[in-house]
Structures are given as C-alpha cells and as structure tokens.
C-alpha cells in the first residue's frame, strides 16, 4: 500500500522559512516522481515542485522558484521542501503526491494517484 505522510507545516511570518517532509512507504522510491502541491481555501490545487526520485531532476512553478527547494534522500525515502522567504500568498494545505506524471507534465495534480493528507502552511503578514 503506497502512503505519503506530510510534516512540517505550521505558521511563520512572512519572509521567515520552513520544511516540509514527505516521507513515502508501499512501494519502490525510485520508481515515482514526488511532487508537492498546495490547495488555498477556494483555489484550485497547483504544482509547486517535483522531483525525479530516479535521476533527480526538478521542476518547480514560477512562483516559487528561487525560494523553495526539494531535495530527497532515497535512503529515508523521504522528500524535503525547504521553503524561504515565504509570503503570505504561500497559505495553502501542503500536499505530497507520488507517480509518474505523464502529457500534462510533472506539476500537474492531474497526473497523480497517491496522496498524502496534507499539511498546513499559514504565513502571516
């Protein structure tokens, strides 16, 4: 059984820092792409970055590049989202996600089947 447990979320000030973890189980690390996607209240759920766990390649949304970094240590099966200098548009549930994302591309919530159950992030301004 493929499970996802989130960690780390909580609330910070703006431009203050915080990491998630996404530890995985039930099934091989490297077999799937980690991604992280975050869900505000009334939004539709975005892709905020991923992660090959094969060859390590990332990817992240626009919106977060230059602040956030994923990283994995296949060893823990365990992915990280180092988040900096955060805003308060960055208020969402947190989500892990895992597969193999397929034509609408690595930050599509679209392209994943397993899920975790979230985690909050609250910036305040």
């Known amino acids: 059984e493929v499970q996802l447990v989130e960690s780390g979320g909580g609330l910070v000030q703006a431009g203050g820092s915080l990491r998630l973890s996404c530890a995985a189980s039930?099934?091989?690390?490297?077999?799937?792409?980690i991604g992280w996607f975050r869900q505000a209240p009334g939004k539709e759920r975005e892709g905020v970055s991923c992660?090959?766990?094969?060859?390590?390649?990332?990817y992240y949304a626009d919106s977060v590049k230059g602040r956030f970094t994923i990283s994995s240590d296949n060893a823990k099966n365990t992915v990280y989202l180092q988040m900096n200098r955060l805003k308060p548009e960055d208020t969402a549930v947190y989500y892990c996600?895992?597969?193999?994302?397929?034509?609408?591309?690595?930050?599509?919530?679209?392209?994943?089947?397993?899920w975790g159950q979230g985690t909050q992030v609250t910036v305040s301004s």
């Open positions: 992660i090959s766990s094969s060859d390590g390649s990332t």
């Open positions: 996600a895992a597969d193999n994302p397929g034509a609408l591309g690595y930050l599509s919530p679209y392209e994943y089947d397993y």
């Open positions: 039930g099934f091989t690390f490297d077999d799937y792409a």
